[in-house]
T-cell receptor, first 111, second 112 residues
Framework: DAKTTQPPSMDCAEGRAANLPCNHS???????VYWYRQIHSQGPQYIIH???NNETNEMASLIITEDRKSSTLILPHATLRDTAVYYC????????????FGRGTSLIVHP | DGGITQSPKYLFRKEGQNVTLSCEQN?????MYWYRQDPGQGLRLIYY???????QKGDIAEGYSVSREKKESFPLTVTSAQKNPTAFYLC???????????FGPGTRLTVL
């Protein structure tokens, strides 16, 4: 499975959009991009995933570039409760792949 | 109320003692996992189980043991052989291996 690269930390003002990048330049055609987040001292929580089309749900939007080598998770109106570590994972759908969670991006939303 | 639970939230043990961390799920998931997280680090896979009575070692299985006698339960024993057991332990489950994972709240183990 493709590896991912994320900035170690970012910050954002409350109410503004938070744009979290992820580079996955070695992604294969059948690999999805998944995003999870982990609020301090809790377990990770699934946010969103996509293959090549942009996706949106009640939590966030996922923008995947046309060449699929990178993606951006967008939190449209960040709140203080969005302060967390965000993990970008690429994986094949189905099969027996066990996700690995690197260090992710620590997002701090400030007032 | 479906979910995955871990107990206790905080656990203290003396060095040299074995300790068992509980993980229970009522989601009817086949697959369950244990991860370890150290401060400022990502999650590292200890053991996982794709089905009852079967489990496989992850990346850092040394010093740990598991059992999967029931579908809903996947306890982790931290043995005295684990050199640095103090960490945050996370249990997860999924419908089957490879599907979206649901995580428990975690157990923070401190060995004194």
């Amino acid at each position: 499975d493709a590896k991912t690269t994320q900035p170690p930390s970012m910050d954002c003002a409350e109410g503004r959009a938070a744009n979290l990048p992820c580079n996955h330049s070695t992604i294969s055609g059948n690999e999805y991009v998944y995003w999870y987040r982990q609020i301090h001292s809790q377990g990770p929580q699934y946010i969103i995933h996509g293959l090549k089309n942009n996706e949106t749900n009640e939590m966030a939007s996922l923008i995947i570039t046309e060449d699929r080598k990178s993606s951006t998770l967008i939190l449209p109106h960040a709140t203080l409760r969005d302060t967390a570590v965000y993990y970008c994972i690429v994986r094949v759908a189905g099969g027996s792949y066990i996700p690995t969670f690197g260090r992710g991006t620590s997002l701090i939303v400030h007032p | 109320d479906g979910g995955i639970t871990q107990s206790p939230k905080y656990l203290f043990r003396k060095e040299g003692q074995n300790v068992t961390l509980s993980c229970e799920q009522n989601l009817n998931h086949d697959a369950m996992y244990w991860y370890r997280q150290d401060p400022g680090q990502g999650l590292r896979l200890i053991y996982y189980s794709q089905i009852v009575n079967d489990f496989q070692k992850g990346d850092i299985a040394e010093g740990y043991s598991v059992s999967r006698e029931k579908k809903e339960s996947f306890p982790l024993t931290v043995t005295s052989a684990q050199k640095n057991p103090t960490a945050f332990y996370l249990c997860a489950s999924s419908i089957s291996a490879g599907d979206e994972q649901f995580f428990g709240p975690g157990t923070r183990l401190t060995v004194l």
